[in-house]
């Protein structure tokens, strides 16, 4: 898998990276990236679900930078489905039927540089 070299969130402006949204029966949602761990985005709607992911997205890409790690590039639909590991997610009682997939942009104007919290779970 190849990496992408930069310091800088904002040249990372617009990539797409793949993720799961799985909304259960009682309505709430959550996005689930395929790439990485850092994070889930949830919400009481499909929307909130998405914005809050994107949310995640650009604080994790920001944390890995700062902690100077490299950030994967986005791997395909076709190849996150494809990895996609059902096994794994029926451990948490997730219907592969519920599952919707989405590719969510990075949007650097989404955090500020000093929002970085001291820990995120690393990948």
């Given at each position: ?83 996609f590991d059902y096994d ?19 949007d650097p104007d989404l ?12 990948d």
């Open positions: 898998m190849s990496h992408m070299d930069s310091t800088h969130l904002s040249s990372f402006r617009g990539r797409k990276y793949p993720a799961f949204l799985w909304t259960r029966s009682d309505g709430m949602a959550f996005v689930i990236f395929h790439q990485f761990h850092f994070g889930i985005g949830s919400g009481e709607t499909r929307q909130e679900a998405i914005e809050d992911a994107r949310y995640i997205l650009a604080l994790g890409l920001l944390y890995k930078l700062q902690q100077g790690k490299n950030i994967v590039n986005p791997v395909s639909m076709e190849v996150a489905k494809a990895n794994l997610h029926n451990d948490c009682d997730i219907d592969p039927a519920t599952i919707e997939w989405v590719e969510l942009d990075v955090v500020d540089e000093e929002e970085v919290p001291n820990e995120i779970r690393r």
